[in-house]
């Protein structure tokens, strides 16, 4: 599946810095994207796994992807699209120079930021990474894998996150080979400041035990001590639920909700959130308008469909609902139609993202679309939805002034 544009010029159109835009609250987008820099595993890995360490490459037409154990991992097109014109926007694999620089370099990352009113922001990988690391957890060298995991982290935590504290909620990626390492990895990356970790939403789509094996516990039991936020990304696992052969790509895109609603079926039934009450789950671009109906639906099949006693099907007196309603956080993009809804799924539990650099991204009008969707609202629920949650959920500060951004943007 491919979206090209044949008629598009050889050399990419870059456009100017868009003006930037008004500020009407503070906004912490919940899920953004970074692109790995190229020297990203410079210097971060132990001598003598550093030769092996990915890195990127070119071919004789130019073309630029990661090299790591023997396989290439393109730049995909529309994962870095933001600053140009829609009419070049493709899926083509992209050059570095094609990208604009807040992609994949922090200081640019915050200038696009302020330029769209975005006050802080947690940012998942996009390339050789994956979604959730999976790339490194499965691969060939195990030593070379955790090596590589950790050079992620490490350079998230150093050069991503720590230059500006208050603007990006640091987010490590799991080690899924090892489940003691993987625990490990949890607790000393929670003591340096970590807040949030992305796990893969279908562990078992990619080779590893299911969510309802229960081997994960000790994994989670380490997340809820330490208040690590685990992130389930729509697509962290290379499943989609695309039934026919051949679909156009825009169904895709159009299905990423259901990732989200299967996961957090899936998730709700293994007993996860039971076992472990304080557990913090973030459906990561999930979206919300899934979530009355999974309510609606999984109280109505405890009381009708569920096999055995309610004692083996739920072993809790609260009501699926009710579970996730406390364990489980949303976020949107544009969900205009669950205004109306928005205290069934719970307000304190509704956050926003932008998804820059993607396509669905809403940079640079990220307050507008806020504004256009959810902007009729009392304000304590616009400022609780736009930031207030997110804040809170990942124990991150907002602004003490609405318009808090730099005169020089």
């Known amino acids: 599946m491919t979206v090209s544009h044949p008629d598009a010029p050889a050399v990419p159109t870059m456009l100017p810095d868009p003006t930037p835009r008004g500020i009407t609250v503070p906004i912490i987008s919940v899920d953004d994207h970074l692109i790995e820099p190229p020297d990203l595993f410079t210097g971060r890995l132990p001598a003598v796994l550093q030769a092996e360490a990915p890195r990127v490459v070119e071919d004789d037409a130019g073309n630029q992807s990661w090299l790591f154990e023997s396989r290439h991992y393109p730049n995909i097109g529309l994962n870095a699209v933001v600053g140009r014109p829609r009419a070049e926007w493709s899926m083509e694999p992209a050059r570095f120079d094609q990208m604009r620089p807040g992609c994949f370099d922090i200081e640019e990352r915050i200038a696009d ?115 690590t936020v685990v992130c389930l990304h729509t697509g962290s696992s290379s499943w989609a639920p695309l039934a026919s052969p051949s679909p156009p790509f825009e169904l895709l895109p159009t299905l990423f909700p259901v990732n989200a609603l299967v996961a957090a079926g899936e998730w709700l039934w293994s007993g996860v959130p039971l076992r472990f009450p304080r557990l913090s789950i973030a459906m990561s671009e999930g979206g919300i308008g899934w979530v009355p109906m999974l309510m609606d639906r999984v109280d109505y099949v405890l009381g009708h469909s569920a096999s055995g006693s309610e004692s083996t099907a739920w ?93 020089t943007v």
């Not at 302020?114 to 050789?128: E, M, N, Q, T």
């Not at 307050?367 to 990942?394: H, K, M, S, Y």
Request: charged residues 20%; proline residues 8%; negative net charge.
């Open 315 to 407: 072993p809790s007196t609260m009501l699926p609902s009710e579970v996730l309603s406390r364990n489980f956080w949303f976020c949107s993009i544009d969900d205009p139609s669950m205004v109306a809804v928005r205290h069934v799924i719970g307000v304190d539990h509704i956050m926003v993202e932008s998804d820059y650099p993607h396509a669905d991204s809403s940079w640079p009008d990220t307050q507008q679309v806020l504004l256009t969707t959810w902007g009729e609202l009392p304000d304590d629920e616009l400022r609780a939805i736009a930031g207030g949650n997110a804040a809170r959920l990942f124990h991150h500060p907002l602004p003490d002034r609405d318009d808090w951004r730099s005169p």
């Open 113 to 227: 930021m302020d330029r769209a009113g975005i006050w802080a922001s947690l940012c998942f990988p996009s390339l050789v990474s994956g979604f959730c690391g999976a790339v490194y957890s499965r691969a060939e060298n195990k030593d070379l894998g955790l090596a590589c995991l950790r050079a992620f982290n490490d350079w998230h935590h150093d050069v991503w996150a720590a230059p500006h504290p208050t603007r990006i909620i640091p987010l490590q990626l799991p080690y899924l080979a090892d489940i003691n390492t993987a625990v490990g990895e949890i607790e000393r990356n929670a003591a340096r400041g970590f807040k949030a970790v992305s796990f893969p939403e279908f562990p078992a789509q990619l080779g590893f035990a299911s969510i309802f094996s229960g081997h994960w516990d000790p994994f989670f039991a380490a997340c809820e001590e330490t208040g």
